[in-house]
């Protein structure tokens, strides 16, 4: 058990008890990787797709002096315009309950909580990575070492194309993180639904997601599992369209000085811009197809 100040919904809290699959949610999505109102949209929507998909959301972000393992309607409303809420990750997530602030979990963030809350799947939209020009900024994201170290079992949509994608699978694969592509070869790039990159593992069935999972835990492994799920054929925004906005963004970052956790926060609101709202679109879309990925392992696990 834990001494962790978990509070959970009481929809999370049944779901639990009762051994019903459950998703976990990130925050930092909703606060920091869409505009007002989409964000909040996005996240109710995001939360009816898993339940249609049969198993329970649990959405997790710091508010009170707690962790909240699932947020009721008001809770996530009140997330979703709020001003001056931390970005959390591993580095951060105890000072902001110490100090009493609102945060919203990170890829990093949200492995941990969940797992603390006994969770062992999370959907989500994109992981961090290594960023473009990390041999001298160093900007590599906290969420590849949490991946290697918390049990959890992610799925996105790849990392996103402003990231450095050969470095990103290079890492992971140093830190024993299994990259799993769903349904097809290829690495999927976020928007786009192939990198270029031939991904490390093919599995093609949630059920073998599952007992991927629960091998790693047989064999005493630390760490989770990373499941690239591609966005939606035709959601996606090529990849030909994508680079040179990429482009514009990440000279736009360095222009005005971006840096450290700004710069994922920055670069998703330029490209949006930058594609008249194109972007966030597809995002939206990504973000929904995640989830019911994320509900089927789910079930798979609590099948047992
Ligand atoms: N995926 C999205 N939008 C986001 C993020 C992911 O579609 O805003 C967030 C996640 O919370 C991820 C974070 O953990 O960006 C990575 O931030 P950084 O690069 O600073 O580690
Ligand atoms: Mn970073």
Redesign the pocket.
């Known amino acids: 058990m834990t001494n962790a100040p978990l509070v959970f919904s009481t929809e999370v809290a049944r779901a639990l008890a009762g051994g019903q699959a459950v998703v976990a949610l990130?925050s930092?999505?909703i606060t920091?990787?869409m505009p007002w109102p989409q964000n909040l949209e996005t996240a109710r929507m995001v939360e009816d797709e898993v339940r249609t998909a049969g198993a329970v959301p649990a959405t997790i972000a710091v508010m009170d002096g707690a962790i909240h393992i699932g947020l009721e309607a008001a809770q996530l409303e009140a997330l979703a315009q709020a001003s001056d809420v931390m970005k959390l990750?591993r580095a951060d997530l105890a000072a902001c309950l110490a100090l009493g602030r609102t945060g919203a979990t990170?890829?990093?963030a949200t492995m941990i909580c969940a797992h603390l809350a006994g969770i062992a799947v999370f959907a989500?939209?994109?992981?961090?990575g290594v960023h473009r020009g990390a041999s001298d900024s160093f900007d590599i994201?906290?969420?590849l070492q949490e991946l290697a170290q918390t049990p959890v079992t992610v799925v996105a949509a790849g990392a996103k194309a402003i990231l450095d994608l050969p470095k990103t699978l290079e890492v992971l694969e140093t830190l024993g993180v299994p990259v799993i592509a769903y349904g097809q070869n290829a690495l999927p790039a976020f928007w786009s639904r192939d990198s270029g990159l031939p991904a490390p593992l093919r599995m093609d069935d949630p059920a073998a997601i599952a007992r991927a999972h629960r091998m790693r835990a047989a064999l005493g492994l630390k760490g989770g599992q990373l499941v690239t799920n591609p966005i939606p054929e035709g959601d996606e925004i090529e990849r030909a369209t994508l680079l040179p906005v990429i482009e514009q963004a990440l000279e736009d970052a360095r222009a005005a000085g971006i840096a450290a956790?700004a710069?994922?926060?920055f670069l998703?609101e330029r490209i949006f811009t930058l594609t008249e709202g194109r972007s966030l679109t597809a995002?939206i879309a990504l973000?929904r197809n995640n989830a019911r990925l994320g509900a089927a392992i789910a079930r798979a696990l609590a099948a047992g």
């Not at 989500?124 to 961090?128: A, E, F, K, L, P």
Request: glycine share 16%; net charge negative.
């Open positions: 990130e930092t999505i920091h990787g990750s990170t890829v990093a989500t939209g994109g992981i961090g994201s906290a969420d956790k710069v994922t926060p998703l995002n973000v």
